[in-house]
Protein backbone atom coordinates (compact mmCIF):
# COMPACT_ATOMS: atom_id res chain seq x y z
CA UNK A 1 0.00 0.00 0.00
CA UNK A 2 1.58 3.37 -1.02
CA UNK A 3 4.30 4.22 -2.57
CA UNK A 4 8.11 2.59 -2.20
CA UNK A 5 10.75 5.55 -1.27
CA UNK A 6 12.80 5.81 -4.13
CA UNK A 7 16.43 4.10 -2.91
CA UNK A 8 19.12 6.86 -3.30
CA UNK A 9 22.86 5.82 -4.47
CA UNK A 10 24.06 5.30 -0.91
CA UNK A 11 25.81 1.98 -1.19
CA UNK A 12 29.33 3.35 -2.38
CA UNK A 13 31.50 0.68 -0.47
CA UNK A 14 30.62 -2.68 0.64
CA UNK A 15 32.52 -5.21 2.16
CA UNK A 16 31.21 -9.12 3.01
CA UNK A 17 30.34 -7.61 6.35
CA UNK A 18 28.39 -5.08 5.20
CA UNK A 19 24.60 -5.14 4.34
CA UNK A 20 23.18 -4.59 0.61
CA UNK A 21 20.26 -4.59 -0.88
CA UNK A 22 19.03 -7.37 -3.61
CA UNK A 23 16.04 -8.95 -4.81
CA UNK A 24 16.07 -12.53 -6.22
CA UNK A 25 13.59 -13.95 -8.79
CA UNK A 26 11.54 -16.95 -8.08
CA UNK A 27 9.49 -19.11 -9.98
CA UNK A 28 5.28 -19.06 -9.08
CA UNK A 29 4.61 -20.76 -5.76
CA UNK A 30 8.17 -20.40 -4.98
CA UNK A 31 8.12 -16.79 -3.23
CA UNK A 32 7.31 -18.50 0.18
CA UNK A 33 10.21 -20.88 0.09
CA UNK A 34 12.68 -18.22 -0.96
CA UNK A 35 11.53 -15.51 1.69
CA UNK A 36 11.78 -18.61 4.44
CA UNK A 37 15.50 -19.48 2.73
CA UNK A 38 16.90 -16.10 2.71
CA UNK A 39 16.09 -15.19 6.13
CA UNK A 40 17.15 -18.96 7.40
CA UNK A 41 20.44 -18.86 5.16
CA UNK A 42 21.38 -15.14 5.15
CA UNK A 43 20.17 -13.69 8.40
CA UNK A 44 18.30 -11.22 6.17
CA UNK A 45 16.08 -8.47 6.94
CA UNK A 46 13.48 -6.40 5.32
CA UNK A 47 12.40 -9.30 3.25
CA UNK A 48 9.64 -8.00 0.66
CA UNK A 49 7.87 -10.80 -1.14
CA UNK A 50 6.18 -9.87 -4.58
CA UNK A 51 4.83 -12.29 -7.42
CA UNK A 52 8.41 -13.78 -8.88
CA UNK A 53 10.55 -11.51 -6.37
CA UNK A 54 11.81 -11.30 -3.07
CA UNK A 55 13.48 -8.43 -2.23
CA UNK A 56 15.39 -8.34 0.91
CA UNK A 57 18.81 -6.89 2.88
CA UNK A 58 21.37 -8.89 3.92
CA UNK A 59 24.92 -8.90 4.87
CA UNK A 60 26.84 -11.52 3.14
CA UNK A 61 29.45 -12.55 0.39
CA UNK A 62 29.31 -13.72 -3.20
CA UNK A 63 29.79 -16.91 -1.91
CA UNK A 64 27.28 -16.95 0.25
CA UNK A 65 24.54 -15.64 -1.61
CA UNK A 66 25.58 -18.43 -4.53
CA UNK A 67 24.05 -20.76 -1.81
CA UNK A 68 20.46 -19.86 -2.36
CA UNK A 69 18.60 -22.75 -3.69
CA UNK A 70 14.94 -21.78 -4.16
CA UNK A 71 16.05 -18.31 -6.43
CA UNK A 72 16.13 -18.38 -10.06
CA UNK A 73 18.36 -14.75 -10.71
CA UNK A 74 19.83 -12.50 -7.80
CA UNK A 75 20.40 -8.61 -8.14
CA UNK A 76 21.79 -6.21 -6.49
CA UNK A 77 19.24 -3.42 -6.12
CA UNK A 78 19.67 -0.33 -7.35
CA UNK A 79 16.42 1.09 -7.51
CA UNK A 80 13.16 0.19 -6.53
CA UNK A 81 9.96 2.82 -6.62
CA UNK A 82 6.50 2.85 -7.33
CA UNK A 83 5.13 2.31 -10.69
CA UNK A 84 5.94 4.76 -13.22
CA UNK A 85 2.93 7.18 -14.31
CA UNK A 86 1.60 5.87 -17.46
CA UNK A 87 0.69 8.80 -19.98
CA UNK A 88 -0.64 8.27 -23.53
CA UNK A 89 2.36 9.50 -25.22
CA UNK A 90 5.51 7.78 -25.69
CA UNK A 91 7.67 10.59 -25.59
CA UNK A 92 6.28 11.39 -22.19
CA UNK A 93 6.74 7.51 -21.04
CA UNK A 94 10.21 7.35 -21.98
CA UNK A 95 11.32 10.48 -20.77
CA UNK A 96 9.48 9.49 -17.56
CA UNK A 97 12.00 6.48 -17.34
CA UNK A 98 15.48 7.84 -18.65
CA UNK A 99 14.35 10.13 -15.27
CA UNK A 100 14.52 6.69 -13.31
CA UNK A 101 17.11 4.63 -14.66
CA UNK A 102 19.57 6.95 -15.62
CA UNK A 103 21.41 9.12 -13.32
CA UNK A 104 24.61 11.44 -13.45
CA UNK A 105 28.10 9.20 -14.67
CA UNK A 106 29.65 9.15 -10.93
CA UNK A 107 26.73 7.07 -9.48
CA UNK A 108 27.02 4.30 -12.32
CA UNK A 109 30.50 4.38 -11.68
CA UNK A 110 29.54 3.67 -7.79
CA UNK A 111 27.59 1.10 -8.71
CA UNK A 112 30.11 -0.42 -10.75
CA UNK A 113 33.12 -0.33 -8.05
CA UNK A 114 30.64 -1.95 -5.31
CA UNK A 115 30.01 -4.55 -8.48
CA UNK A 116 33.26 -5.37 -8.94
CA UNK A 117 33.94 -5.48 -5.24
CA UNK A 118 31.28 -8.24 -4.47
CA UNK A 119 33.44 -9.95 -7.33
CA UNK A 120 36.69 -9.22 -5.85
CA UNK A 121 37.65 -7.16 -9.08
CA UNK A 122 39.30 -4.60 -6.42
CA UNK A 123 41.55 -1.81 -7.65
CA UNK A 124 39.99 -1.73 -11.11
CA UNK A 125 37.95 1.40 -10.32
CA UNK A 126 41.13 3.52 -11.39
CA UNK A 127 40.62 1.88 -14.61
CA UNK A 128 37.16 2.26 -14.80
CA UNK A 129 37.24 6.19 -14.38
CA UNK A 130 39.92 6.43 -17.33
CA UNK A 131 37.78 4.61 -19.69
CA UNK A 132 35.19 6.65 -19.18
CA UNK A 133 37.19 9.84 -19.25
CA UNK A 134 38.60 8.69 -22.60
CA UNK A 135 34.86 7.61 -24.14
CA UNK A 136 33.03 10.40 -23.23
CA UNK A 137 35.90 12.53 -25.38
CA UNK A 138 35.15 10.18 -28.17
CA UNK A 139 32.63 11.76 -31.15
CA UNK A 140 29.22 10.61 -31.54
CA UNK A 141 28.45 7.01 -32.25
CA UNK A 142 24.94 6.65 -33.84
CA UNK A 143 25.38 4.11 -36.33
CA UNK A 144 27.02 1.71 -33.58
CA UNK A 145 24.84 2.46 -30.69
CA UNK A 146 21.26 1.63 -33.31
CA UNK A 147 23.44 -1.24 -34.58
CA UNK A 148 24.30 -2.42 -31.20
CA UNK A 149 20.46 -1.84 -29.88
CA UNK A 150 19.11 -4.31 -32.25
CA UNK A 151 22.22 -6.61 -31.56
CA UNK A 152 20.91 -6.18 -27.90
CA UNK A 153 17.36 -7.82 -28.86
CA UNK A 154 18.89 -10.94 -30.31
CA UNK A 155 20.98 -11.59 -27.17
CA UNK A 156 18.32 -10.96 -25.03
CA UNK A 157 16.33 -13.85 -26.91
CA UNK A 158 19.28 -15.94 -26.32
CA UNK A 159 19.82 -15.44 -23.07
CA UNK A 160 16.29 -16.43 -22.16
CA UNK A 161 16.25 -19.48 -24.38
CA UNK A 162 19.59 -20.37 -22.38
CA UNK A 163 17.59 -20.19 -19.45
CA UNK A 164 14.73 -22.42 -20.38
CA UNK A 165 17.09 -25.04 -22.22
CA UNK A 166 19.42 -25.76 -18.96
CA UNK A 167 16.86 -28.34 -18.49
CA UNK A 168 17.82 -31.29 -20.53
CA UNK A 169 14.69 -33.72 -19.39
CA UNK A 170 11.11 -33.26 -19.34
CA UNK A 171 10.56 -29.81 -17.70
CA UNK A 172 11.22 -26.65 -18.47
CA UNK A 173 10.91 -23.52 -16.24
CA UNK A 174 10.74 -19.77 -17.62
CA UNK A 175 12.61 -17.87 -14.71
CA UNK A 176 9.24 -15.39 -14.32
CA UNK A 177 6.08 -15.57 -15.21
CA UNK A 178 5.59 -12.53 -17.67
CA UNK A 179 2.19 -11.28 -18.32
CA UNK A 180 2.64 -8.62 -20.51
CA UNK A 181 4.81 -8.45 -23.33
CA UNK A 182 8.49 -10.31 -24.31
CA UNK A 183 11.24 -8.86 -24.76
CA UNK A 184 12.78 -10.32 -27.66
CA UNK A 185 11.99 -9.48 -30.61
CA UNK A 186 12.78 -11.26 -34.21
CA UNK A 187 15.77 -9.09 -35.68
CA UNK A 188 16.57 -9.13 -39.41
CA UNK A 189 19.78 -6.87 -39.15
CA UNK A 190 23.20 -8.73 -38.94
CA UNK A 191 25.78 -7.93 -35.89
CA UNK A 192 28.18 -5.52 -36.96
CA UNK A 193 29.98 -2.59 -35.33
CA UNK A 194 30.14 0.31 -38.36
CA UNK A 195 33.17 2.46 -37.46
CA UNK A 196 32.26 5.02 -40.54
CA UNK A 197 31.61 8.33 -39.05
CA UNK A 198 33.68 8.04 -35.76
CA UNK A 199 36.79 8.02 -36.93
CA UNK A 200 38.06 5.97 -34.56
CA UNK A 201 39.93 2.43 -34.41
CA UNK A 202 37.10 0.01 -33.02
CA UNK A 203 39.51 -2.75 -31.70
CA UNK A 204 40.85 0.11 -29.88
CA UNK A 205 37.41 1.17 -28.75
CA UNK A 206 36.25 -2.14 -27.43
CA UNK A 207 39.66 -2.92 -25.09
CA UNK A 208 38.89 0.70 -23.68
CA UNK A 209 35.21 0.98 -23.06
CA UNK A 210 33.38 -0.91 -20.18
CA UNK A 211 30.29 -2.93 -21.71
CA UNK A 212 27.11 -2.94 -21.19
CA UNK A 213 23.52 -5.16 -22.05
CA UNK A 214 20.14 -3.61 -21.29
CA UNK A 215 17.57 -5.89 -19.86
CA UNK A 216 14.16 -4.66 -19.92
CA UNK A 217 11.10 -6.21 -19.41
CA UNK A 218 7.46 -4.24 -18.61
CA UNK A 219 4.06 -5.62 -18.55
CA UNK A 220 0.85 -4.11 -17.37
CA UNK A 221 0.04 -0.25 -18.09
CA UNK A 222 3.18 0.27 -19.34
CA UNK A 223 3.21 -2.32 -21.53
CA UNK A 224 0.29 -0.95 -23.27
CA UNK A 225 2.14 2.09 -24.40
CA UNK A 226 5.46 0.65 -25.13
CA UNK A 227 7.66 -2.33 -25.88
CA UNK A 228 10.27 -3.40 -23.74
CA UNK A 229 12.66 -3.40 -26.94
CA UNK A 230 11.46 0.08 -27.40
CA UNK A 231 12.53 1.08 -23.61
CA UNK A 232 15.64 -1.16 -23.69
CA UNK A 233 16.53 0.86 -26.51
CA UNK A 234 16.10 4.02 -25.23
CA UNK A 235 18.03 3.44 -21.69
CA UNK A 236 21.00 1.52 -23.77
CA UNK A 237 21.32 4.70 -25.64
CA UNK A 238 21.00 7.48 -22.92
CA UNK A 239 23.75 5.28 -20.72
CA UNK A 240 25.75 4.73 -24.07
CA UNK A 241 25.84 8.61 -23.86
CA UNK A 242 25.88 9.68 -20.26
CA UNK A 243 28.97 7.18 -19.39
CA UNK A 244 30.26 6.38 -22.25
CA UNK A 245 30.06 2.75 -21.69
CA UNK A 246 30.26 0.42 -25.17
CA UNK A 247 26.83 -1.94 -25.78
CA UNK A 248 28.08 -5.65 -26.25
CA UNK A 249 25.50 -8.13 -26.46
CA UNK A 250 27.96 -11.21 -26.47
CA UNK A 251 29.85 -10.94 -23.36
CA UNK A 252 29.41 -7.16 -21.44
CA UNK A 253 31.05 -6.36 -18.32
CA UNK A 254 27.58 -5.64 -17.17
CA UNK A 255 24.37 -6.24 -17.47
CA UNK A 256 21.73 -3.74 -16.41
CA UNK A 257 17.90 -5.06 -15.46
CA UNK A 258 15.10 -3.06 -15.85
CA UNK A 259 11.83 -4.51 -14.71
CA UNK A 260 8.50 -2.15 -14.96
CA UNK A 261 5.05 -3.41 -14.12
CA UNK A 262 2.12 -2.39 -12.04
CA UNK A 263 3.62 -3.45 -8.90
CA UNK A 264 6.88 -1.28 -9.13
CA UNK A 265 9.62 -0.09 -11.09
CA UNK A 266 12.67 -2.11 -10.26
CA UNK A 267 16.57 -1.51 -11.67
CA UNK A 268 19.41 -4.43 -10.51
CA UNK A 269 22.63 -5.89 -11.75
CA UNK A 270 22.70 -9.49 -11.77
CA UNK A 271 25.38 -10.70 -9.39
CA UNK A 272 26.12 -14.33 -11.51
CA UNK A 273 26.48 -14.73 -14.76
CA UNK A 274 24.31 -18.30 -14.65
CA UNK A 275 20.37 -18.64 -13.13
CA UNK A 276 21.27 -19.88 -9.54
CA UNK A 277 19.06 -22.44 -10.48
CA UNK A 278 21.89 -23.59 -12.60
CA UNK A 279 23.71 -26.01 -10.13
CA UNK A 280 26.76 -27.14 -10.92
CA UNK A 281 26.73 -30.60 -9.37
CA UNK A 282 24.15 -31.37 -11.35
CA UNK A 283 24.84 -33.13 -15.36
CA UNK A 284 21.96 -33.89 -16.44
CA UNK A 285 18.75 -32.35 -15.05
CA UNK A 286 15.66 -33.36 -14.75
CA UNK A 287 12.77 -31.56 -12.62
CA UNK A 288 13.43 -28.14 -11.75
CA UNK A 289 16.17 -27.92 -9.46
CA UNK A 290 14.30 -24.93 -7.48
CA UNK A 291 11.13 -27.15 -7.57
CA UNK A 292 12.90 -30.45 -5.76
CA UNK A 293 14.53 -28.48 -2.99
CA UNK A 294 11.56 -26.81 -2.25
CA UNK A 295 10.17 -30.19 -1.89
CA UNK A 296 12.95 -31.66 0.20
CA UNK A 297 12.94 -28.54 2.53
CA UNK A 298 9.42 -29.99 3.75
CA UNK A 299 10.33 -33.40 4.02
CA UNK A 300 12.01 -32.55 7.67
CA UNK A 301 14.54 -34.33 6.93
CA UNK A 302 17.00 -34.53 10.41
CA UNK A 303 20.64 -35.83 10.84
CA UNK A 304 20.90 -39.67 10.83
CA UNK A 305 17.44 -40.17 8.21
CA UNK A 306 16.68 -42.65 5.80
CA UNK A 307 14.91 -40.71 2.71
CA UNK A 308 14.00 -42.33 -0.40
CA UNK A 309 12.63 -41.58 -3.68
CA UNK A 310 10.25 -44.69 -5.47
CA UNK A 311 10.43 -42.72 -8.68
CA UNK A 312 13.62 -41.16 -9.06
CA UNK A 313 14.33 -40.46 -12.90
CA UNK A 314 17.44 -38.37 -12.82
CA UNK A 315 17.93 -38.24 -8.93
CA UNK A 316 17.26 -34.44 -8.83
CA UNK A 317 15.40 -34.48 -6.08
CA UNK A 318 17.95 -37.15 -4.33
CA UNK A 319 20.88 -34.79 -5.58
CA UNK A 320 19.18 -31.03 -4.17
CA UNK A 321 17.90 -32.88 -0.34
CA UNK A 322 22.02 -34.83 -0.34
CA UNK A 323 23.72 -31.55 -0.98
CA UNK A 324 21.59 -29.94 1.32
CA UNK A 325 21.44 -32.07 4.27
CA UNK A 326 24.11 -34.57 3.80
CA UNK A 327 23.61 -36.06 7.40
CA UNK A 328 20.64 -38.58 6.07
CA UNK A 329 20.98 -41.10 3.68
CA UNK A 330 19.25 -41.21 0.50
CA UNK A 331 17.94 -44.03 -1.56
CA UNK A 332 16.61 -44.04 -4.78
CA UNK A 333 14.48 -46.22 -6.90
CA UNK A 334 13.47 -46.51 -10.52
CA UNK A 335 11.85 -49.08 -13.56
CA UNK A 336 14.12 -47.23 -16.23
CA UNK A 337 17.47 -48.02 -16.85
CA UNK A 338 18.26 -45.23 -19.04
CA UNK A 339 17.00 -43.07 -16.27
CA UNK A 340 19.72 -44.54 -13.44
CA UNK A 341 22.06 -44.48 -15.62
CA UNK A 342 21.64 -40.68 -15.80
CA UNK A 343 21.09 -40.64 -11.85
CA UNK A 344 24.33 -42.66 -11.21
CA UNK A 345 25.87 -39.77 -13.50
CA UNK A 346 24.73 -37.14 -11.76
CA UNK A 347 25.37 -38.54 -8.21
CA UNK A 348 29.11 -39.22 -9.40
CA UNK A 349 29.72 -35.58 -10.94
CA UNK A 350 27.91 -34.58 -7.15
CA UNK A 351 30.47 -36.81 -6.04
CA UNK A 352 27.47 -38.07 -3.44
CA UNK A 353 27.55 -41.53 -4.59
CA UNK A 354 28.65 -42.51 -0.60
CA UNK A 355 24.87 -41.07 0.09
CA UNK A 356 22.79 -42.25 -2.56
CA UNK A 357 22.12 -45.57 -3.27
CA UNK A 358 20.20 -46.77 -6.49
CA UNK A 359 17.78 -49.26 -7.01
CA UNK A 360 16.14 -50.79 -10.28
CA UNK A 361 12.45 -51.64 -8.73
CA UNK A 362 8.96 -50.92 -9.20
CA UNK A 363 7.12 -48.52 -6.78
CA UNK A 364 4.16 -50.81 -6.95
CA UNK A 365 6.75 -53.52 -5.52
CA UNK A 366 9.89 -51.98 -3.29
CA UNK A 367 11.70 -54.65 -2.58
CA UNK A 368 12.32 -52.89 1.26
CA UNK A 369 10.88 -53.75 4.34
CA UNK A 370 8.12 -51.90 6.01
CA UNK A 371 8.15 -48.67 8.18
CA UNK A 372 12.34 -48.42 7.64
CA UNK A 373 12.55 -44.90 6.27
CA UNK A 374 11.76 -41.32 7.87
CA UNK A 375 10.75 -39.90 4.45
CA UNK A 376 9.57 -40.55 0.81
CA UNK A 377 9.75 -37.34 -1.29
CA UNK A 378 8.79 -37.90 -5.20
CA UNK A 379 7.89 -36.61 -8.39
CA UNK A 380 4.92 -38.67 -9.63
CA UNK A 381 5.54 -38.61 -13.76
CA UNK A 382 2.47 -37.11 -15.16
CA UNK A 383 1.85 -36.51 -18.78
CA UNK A 384 2.20 -37.93 -22.46
CA UNK A 385 5.88 -38.27 -22.16
CA UNK A 386 6.63 -40.85 -19.45
CA UNK A 387 5.39 -44.55 -19.96
CA UNK A 388 2.54 -44.27 -17.21
CA UNK A 389 0.02 -43.40 -19.30
CA UNK A 390 -3.42 -44.34 -16.71
CA UNK A 391 -1.49 -42.66 -13.33
CA UNK A 392 -4.59 -41.64 -11.49
CA UNK A 393 -5.32 -45.92 -12.04
CA UNK A 394 -1.81 -46.41 -10.48
CA UNK A 395 -2.13 -43.93 -8.04
CA UNK A 396 -3.25 -45.73 -4.92
CA UNK A 397 -1.09 -48.57 -5.87
CA UNK A 398 1.79 -46.23 -5.94
CA UNK A 399 0.23 -44.57 -2.44
CA UNK A 400 0.27 -47.94 -0.85
CA UNK A 401 3.90 -48.60 -1.12
CA UNK A 402 4.44 -45.50 -0.21
CA UNK A 403 2.76 -45.62 2.75
CA UNK A 404 3.74 -48.86 4.08
CA UNK A 405 7.75 -48.21 3.61
CA UNK A 406 7.29 -44.66 5.83
CA UNK A 407 7.63 -44.76 9.22
CA UNK A 408 5.29 -43.59 11.73
CA UNK A 409 5.61 -40.19 12.31
CA UNK A 410 7.53 -39.82 8.89
CA UNK A 411 6.41 -37.70 5.69
CA UNK A 412 5.45 -38.05 2.03
CA UNK A 413 6.13 -35.01 -0.19
CA UNK A 414 4.60 -35.46 -3.68
CA UNK A 415 4.70 -33.58 -6.56
CA UNK A 416 1.32 -33.76 -8.86
CA UNK A 417 -0.39 -32.97 -11.38
CA UNK A 418 -3.64 -31.28 -11.43
CA UNK A 419 -5.26 -34.18 -12.28
CA UNK A 420 -3.64 -36.89 -9.72
CA UNK A 421 -3.94 -33.91 -7.27
CA UNK A 422 -7.97 -34.57 -7.69
CA UNK A 423 -7.38 -38.36 -7.44
CA UNK A 424 -5.16 -38.06 -4.28
CA UNK A 425 -7.72 -36.06 -2.43
CA UNK A 426 -10.39 -38.54 -2.65
CA UNK A 427 -7.84 -41.14 -1.90
CA UNK A 428 -7.03 -39.43 1.72
CA UNK A 429 -10.02 -38.34 2.86
CA UNK A 430 -10.57 -39.12 6.42
CA UNK A 431 -12.27 -42.11 7.32
CA UNK A 432 -15.99 -40.90 8.12
CA UNK A 433 -16.40 -37.87 5.92
CA UNK A 434 -18.48 -38.68 2.66
CA UNK A 435 -16.90 -36.59 -0.16
CA UNK A 436 -18.85 -37.07 -3.57
CA UNK A 437 -15.44 -36.87 -4.89
CA UNK A 438 -14.37 -40.32 -3.50
CA UNK A 439 -17.48 -42.04 -5.05
CA UNK A 440 -17.96 -40.01 -8.40
CA UNK A 441 -13.88 -41.32 -9.16
CA UNK A 442 -13.59 -42.65 -13.12
CA UNK A 443 -12.55 -45.70 -11.07
CA UNK A 444 -15.96 -47.56 -11.71
CA UNK A 445 -13.76 -49.42 -14.94
CA UNK A 446 -11.61 -50.87 -12.34
CA UNK A 447 -11.98 -54.52 -11.65
CA UNK A 448 -12.09 -55.46 -7.63
CA UNK A 449 -10.56 -52.94 -5.73
CA UNK A 450 -8.27 -54.13 -3.52
CA UNK A 451 -8.58 -53.46 -0.29
CA UNK A 452 -6.01 -53.99 3.03
CA UNK A 453 -8.20 -55.85 6.25
CA UNK A 454 -6.96 -55.87 9.90
CA UNK A 455 -5.35 -58.85 9.16
CA UNK A 456 -3.30 -57.71 6.10
CA UNK A 457 -4.63 -60.24 3.93
CA UNK A 458 -5.92 -58.57 0.48
CA UNK A 459 -9.40 -59.40 -0.58
CA UNK A 460 -11.07 -58.31 -3.49
CA UNK A 461 -14.54 -55.99 -3.74
CA UNK A 462 -16.71 -55.35 -6.23
CA UNK A 463 -18.85 -52.76 -7.33
CA UNK A 464 -18.81 -49.12 -5.73
CA UNK A 465 -19.60 -49.79 -2.92
CA UNK A 466 -16.10 -50.43 -2.24
CA UNK A 467 -14.87 -47.24 -3.51
CA UNK A 468 -15.44 -44.98 -0.55
CA UNK A 469 -14.62 -47.65 1.47
CA UNK A 470 -11.26 -47.95 -0.36
CA UNK A 471 -10.48 -44.18 0.20
CA UNK A 472 -11.54 -44.08 3.68
CA UNK A 473 -9.52 -47.40 5.35
CA UNK A 474 -7.04 -47.36 2.58
CA UNK A 475 -5.26 -44.30 3.39
CA UNK A 476 -6.62 -42.81 6.64
CA UNK A 477 -3.10 -43.13 8.51
CA UNK A 478 -2.14 -40.46 5.81
CA UNK A 479 -3.02 -36.93 7.02
CA UNK A 480 -2.30 -33.91 5.09
CA UNK A 481 0.32 -30.77 5.90
CA UNK A 482 0.43 -28.47 3.18
CA UNK A 483 -0.25 -27.86 -0.46
CA UNK A 484 2.19 -25.94 -2.70
CA UNK A 485 0.88 -24.96 -5.92
CA UNK A 486 3.95 -24.13 -8.09
CA UNK A 487 4.70 -22.99 -11.57
CA UNK A 488 6.58 -25.85 -13.56
CA UNK A 489 6.75 -23.03 -16.52
CA UNK A 490 3.91 -24.34 -19.08
CA UNK A 491 2.02 -26.49 -16.43
CA UNK A 492 0.99 -26.16 -12.87
CA UNK A 493 1.84 -28.51 -10.10
CA UNK A 494 1.37 -29.34 -6.43
CA UNK A 495 3.47 -30.19 -3.44
CA UNK A 496 1.39 -31.90 -1.52
CA UNK A 497 3.22 -33.20 2.15
CA UNK A 498 1.24 -35.59 4.18
CA UNK A 499 2.56 -37.37 7.49
CA UNK A 500 1.90 -40.92 8.65
CA UNK A 501 0.28 -40.74 11.77
CA UNK A 502 -0.59 -44.64 12.31
CA UNK A 503 -0.01 -47.93 10.25
CA UNK A 504 -2.30 -48.63 7.74
CA UNK A 505 -5.19 -50.86 8.88
CA UNK A 506 -5.53 -49.42 12.60
CA UNK B 1 31.01 -63.98 -1.50
CA UNK B 2 33.05 -61.19 -2.73
CA UNK B 3 36.35 -62.88 -4.01
CA UNK B 4 38.18 -62.41 -0.59
CA UNK B 5 37.54 -65.85 0.63
CA UNK B 6 41.26 -66.00 2.43
CA UNK B 7 39.96 -62.62 4.21
CA UNK B 8 37.18 -63.04 6.48
CA UNK B 9 35.90 -66.38 8.20
CA UNK B 10 32.75 -68.02 7.43
CA UNK B 11 31.11 -67.08 10.85
CA UNK B 12 32.59 -64.80 13.34
CA UNK B 13 34.81 -66.12 15.80
CA UNK B 14 33.56 -65.44 19.71
CA UNK B 15 34.82 -62.20 20.79
CA UNK B 16 35.06 -60.34 17.78
CA UNK B 17 33.99 -57.41 18.98
CA UNK B 18 37.45 -57.47 20.37
CA UNK B 19 39.48 -58.71 17.14
CA UNK B 20 40.47 -55.57 15.85
CA UNK B 21 41.74 -57.13 12.33
CA UNK B 22 38.76 -58.48 12.01
CA UNK B 23 36.59 -55.56 12.73
CA UNK B 24 38.85 -54.20 10.32
CA UNK B 25 38.14 -56.27 7.29
CA UNK B 26 34.33 -56.64 8.40
CA UNK B 27 34.15 -52.42 8.04
CA UNK B 28 36.28 -52.96 4.45
CA UNK B 29 33.34 -55.77 3.16
CA UNK B 30 30.51 -53.74 4.71
CA UNK B 31 30.96 -50.44 3.75
CA UNK B 32 33.94 -49.98 1.51
CA UNK B 33 33.64 -52.39 -0.97
CA UNK B 34 31.39 -51.67 -4.05
CA UNK B 35 29.68 -54.39 -5.87
CA UNK B 36 29.39 -53.32 -9.17
CA UNK B 37 29.03 -56.41 -11.13
CA UNK B 38 27.37 -59.69 -9.14
CA UNK B 39 23.98 -60.57 -7.64
CA UNK B 40 22.26 -60.35 -4.63
CA UNK B 41 20.43 -63.25 -3.34
CA UNK B 42 17.30 -63.96 -1.47
CA UNK B 43 18.12 -65.87 1.86
CA UNK B 44 14.71 -67.85 1.39
CA UNK B 45 13.81 -68.06 -2.10
CA UNK B 46 17.76 -68.53 -3.39
CA UNK B 47 16.39 -65.66 -6.53
CA UNK B 48 19.40 -64.07 -7.82
CA UNK B 49 18.50 -60.00 -8.22
CA UNK B 50 21.91 -59.30 -10.65
CA UNK B 51 23.87 -56.03 -9.86
CA UNK B 52 24.78 -54.36 -12.65
CA UNK B 53 27.27 -51.21 -12.57
CA UNK B 54 26.50 -51.13 -9.13
CA UNK B 55 22.48 -50.83 -9.20
CA UNK B 56 20.91 -54.32 -8.24
CA UNK B 57 17.99 -54.71 -10.41
CA UNK B 58 15.17 -55.75 -8.38
CA UNK B 59 12.27 -55.82 -10.38
CA UNK B 60 10.07 -58.59 -10.44
CA UNK B 61 8.68 -60.56 -13.51
CA UNK B 62 4.90 -61.10 -14.28
CA UNK B 63 4.87 -64.38 -12.72
CA UNK B 64 6.43 -63.35 -9.94
CA UNK B 65 3.86 -60.60 -9.03
Known sequence: PGAVPPHRPGLVKMSSAEPGRFFCTAGRGLEPFLAREVRARLGATEVDCVSGKVFFRAAAAPDELRKLRSGERLFLLLKKHSPLPVSGSKGKMLHEIKRFVIEE???????????????????????????????????????????????????????????????????????ERMRGQEYWTESKTSSEFPSKGSGENPTANEKLSFSFRVSCRCSGAIAKILTSQEIGRVIGIALVKQCGWRADLRDPDVEIFVHLNDIHSVVGIPLFRLPLANREYIRTAGLRSTVAWAMASLAEISAGALVLDPMCGLGTILLEAAK??????????????????????????????????????????????????????????????????????????????????????????LLLSQDLRKRMDGLTKCAGSDSPEATADGNSEAAPAKVLSVDGNSSSLAGGVGKSFLSSRHFGSLVPDGVYAVSLGKTDAFIHKYRKVSAAGN | KLGHPSELPPEPLPNYEADEDFLRRLHHVLLEVEVLEGSLQCPDSGRRFPISRGVPNMLLSEEET
Open chain 1, 105 to 175: PKYWLDVISVWRKLHGHEGKTDDVSQENTLVLKRKSEEETNTASKRQKMERVRAIVSEECQVEAGERCVAP
Open chain 1, 324 to 413: EWPEACYWGADISDSQLEGADGNIRTAGLMDKIELLRASVKALPLPSESFDSVISDIPFGKKFKITNDAQLLPDILQEMERVVRVGGTIV
